[in-house]
């Protein structure tokens, strides 16, 4: 494991001491080129691992970095837990069945 890991909280206005902080890095990564970005300096600083949630965003990202292999040759990404409200407010919104559907793709409910 490496020693130092970038997360993605900044990218997704999550700031615990301010919602100051978090208003305006809500408007600094409203756009995935700006978290590419920052992503890209952080592996010219020598960080090779990102550390990212189940955000809708994510897929994105990951998208955009496989799109580059040679870019990201040495990167890693390591996805964190689930996050359990996330999952508790699609049942709440879709039900069960499609939460499983929308959430564990290749499930005999959906594709």
Known sequence: MDRILFGDNQFFAVNHISDEKSR???IKFKDDATILRTLDDAVDAGINTFMCTTHDRIANIC???R???GKYANFKIHPCMPYAHKYANAVTELGIVG???E???GTVFGS
């Open 24 to 26: 305006a890095q809500a």
């Open 63 to 65: 998208k955009q970095i």
């Open 67 to 69: 799109s580059h292999p």
């Open 99 to 101: 939460t499983v559907k």
């Open 103 to 105: 959430y564990v793709p």
